[in-house]
């Protein structure tokens, strides 16, 4: 949520240069330039629904030659989930997810971002997103400098009603399920996800056949994608997803530290 493929195109050059053929698709009604996004909110914006995104990520996974490997982050991270569960992707790497079933955390941060979000008394007006809000949610562990940056960059206003849905059916997902691997990332200072969702998050998944990981950086929010020092986060699920190809891979190397 309040973002579009422009905050990904640094991660898509990473990966590119790694071998790897990468595409960020956007959502629907957030194609185009942020600024012009935020200054001219698309037309229904406001009515935009979660199964709406996730028909049209599946839509695009589906019609490629191969399974997958899909990166998303918060709502994206949920995303991820979801198609993780229809068999349709080969990994998935969840970072700062909303977390599915309902789950919550009971952090002061997650509480009052969630309900300045969701605002049942807002209808369908959408969020619209202001730098002083990016700053506290997103970037509190940067300079308002560099948050300004990141803002008049990337942020886009948003649908409440995605949120909302996150915590309906459409967020639902059977744990219990066997399903590809998952890496699952969580910022440490976080203040719209708390790390330790992601934590609980990664635990509800029961299957012990299939891998379930979970990784945990300090010094970092919500913009754990974005802001300084995002390129240890892509090196660690290059790592991630090179010793599990090679099937090198160890649980015991990827518990929180």
């Known amino acids: 949520m309040f973002q579009n493929p422009v ?46 995104i996730v028909d049209e990520m599946e839509r695009v996974v589906s019609a490629l030659p191969e399974k997958p490997i899909v990166i998303g982050h918060s709502v994206g991270g949920l995303i991820v989930q979801l198609l993780t569960q229809k068999g349709i992707v080969a990994s998935g790497v969840p970072i700062d997810s909303v977390a599915p079933n309902t789950m919550l955390a009971f952090d002061w941060g997650f509480m009052k971002n969630s309900a300045l979000i969701a605002n049942p008394f807002k209808g369908n007006q959408p969020f619209e997103m202001d730098l002083e809000s990016f700053h506290a949610s997103f970037c509190n ?7 300004r940056e990141a803002y008049e960059r990337t942020a886009t206003h948003d649908s409440r009603n995605v949120l909302r ?17 998952l890496l699952f990332i969580g910022g440490e200072e976080d203040e719209i996800i708390p790390y330790e969702l992601n934590r609980k998050n990664a635990e509800a998944y029961t299957d012990e056949a299939s891998i379930t990981d979970f990784k945990a950086f300090p010094n970092r929010g919500h913009w754990i994608c974005g802001q300084e020092g ?9 790592g991630w997803l090179t010793a599990h190809e090679t099937n090198q891979y160890s649980t015991e190397d990827n518990n929180n530290q």
Not at 165 to 181: K, N, Q, T, V, Y
Request: charge should be negative.
């Open 141 to 147: 562990t940067m300079s308002e400098e560099a948050t």
């Open 165 to 181: 849905d996150c915590m309906g059916e459409a967020g639902e997902i059977d744990l219990d399920l066997p399903h590809a691997p």
């Open 230 to 238: 995002w390129e240890e986060i892509a090196e660690y699920i290059s």
């Open 7 to 52: 905050s990904w195109e640094k991660w898509v050059a990473y990966f590119n240069a790694k071998g790897y053929e990468c595409i960020a698709p956007a959502w629907p009604l957030h194609e185009g330039d942020p600024a012009d996004l935020r200054n001219n909110p698309p037309e229904g914006l406001g009515d935009l629904a979660l199964q709406t």
